[in-house]
């Protein structure tokens, strides 16, 4: 059992118990929105480039919305726990860990931050682990925004590095916060992440009014 392997099956859990309208942190999305999503993501590559914007997005919209109306919610379900097909770009071998483990972990969190009452899970440090490893994508995340971006690792490092210096540029505002917490603060879900910001007030203010694109 993998880290992506573990989170797919919690995701495909958690949906088959809120139903498909349930509200997510994905804007405009419910549950089933997001099933769909997952689904299209693995098993329609054609449409999948357009899932982070540009021309084809429109395409990959249309393309979404009749795979959710012509699939049962369960089915959808089922389609994400049984895993990519083989042929998927994500059947290959290693593929499902290197490029599923954060997008499941996020998603999951999507689904349970947008209920009432929601709170951090506790996670094995393994997992927490591999979070902070992936951080180091936040470089490429966070290349955009106004002001440099050091994230801190808040607990639980185990004597290892501590801080990822994600853009390096003056003025410079800390984030800290447990690396699941950062994963979704630099994953775009500022407003259900609980991090800690330092800075400036105006570098903070202009850090926390920016957007950025995955």
């Not at 490029?99 to 506790?122: G, K, L, M, S, Y």
């Amino acid at each position: 059992m993998t880290h992506a392997r573990d989170e797919r099956l919690a995701v495909c859990d958690l949906l088959a118990e809120l139903g498909p309208d349930r509200p997510t942190l994905c804007a405009g999305w419910q549950t089933g929105d997001l099933a769909a999503h997952l689904v299209l993501r693995e098993r329609r590559p054609d449409a999948g480039i357009g899932i982070v914007a540009g021309p084809l997005a429109a395409y990959t919209k249309r393309v979404q919305t009749a795979l959710q109306k012509r699939t049962p919610y369960p089915q959808l379900v089922e389609l994400i726990r049984t895993g990519p097909p083989r042929l998927s770009p994500f059947g290959l071998p290693g593929a499902d860990e290197r490029a599923n483990f954060v997008e499941f972990f996020v998603h999951h969190e999507d689904i349970r931050r947008a209920q009432p009452d929601w709170q951090p899970r506790d996670l094995d440090p393994a997992v927490s682990d591999e979070l902070w490893d992936r951080l180091r994508l936040a470089r490429f995340v966070l290349r955009k925004v106004p002001v440099g971006v050091e994230l801190v690792r808040a607990h639980g490092a185990n004597g290892g590095r501590v801080r990822i210096t994600a853009k390096a540029r003056t003025p410079m505002v800390t984030v800290t916060g447990s690396p699941a917490e950062l994963t979704m603060w630099v994953m775009g879900r500022t407003g259900a992440a609980r991090v800690q910001l330092d800075g400036s007030d105006a570098d903070v203010a202009a850090l926390r009014s920016a957007t950025w694109k995955l």
